[in-house]
């Protein structure tokens, strides 16, 4: 998101106006889940029922390399969860497992944006 004109250094600051929904109660809570495997032998079978009890509405899933730079279903999850928080629906990303989003690559790559 670009940074506004009055929000760069040397200038006053200035509050920006407020979203119409700015400041109201969710519209709802929508929980996402994320399953990956590191290849095609491995099973889901454990994380995808950790997400089942966690409640999960919607689950995204995928047998790929740690070492894979671009993680498809993650990414879709994340954006999701992005279009539901900007239509004022709250989401929460659950994950069976940290080391599930992957080894440093996927860090370091999110920090960047």
Known sequence: MPTPAVRKPGFLWTELPRSAGAG?????????????????RQSLD???DS???ANVTRVFSEK?????TQR???????????????SGV???LVVHEHKRLGRG???????RS
Not at 24 to 40: D, I, M
Not at 64 to 68: E, G, Q
Request: without cysteine.
């Open 24 to 40: 109201a109660e969710p519209a709802g809570h929508v929980r996402l889940g994320y399953a990956r495997a590191s290849t095609a």
């Open 46 to 48: 454990s994380q995808l």
């Open 51 to 53: 997400l089942a009890e």
């Open 64 to 68: 790929i390399s740690t070492r894979a």
């Open 72 to 86: 498809p279903e993650l990414e879709k999850a994340v954006g999701l969860a992005r279009e539901l928080r900007a």
């Open 90 to 92: 709250r989401g929460t």
């Open 105 to 111: 690559s996927t860090w370091r790559r999110s920090r």
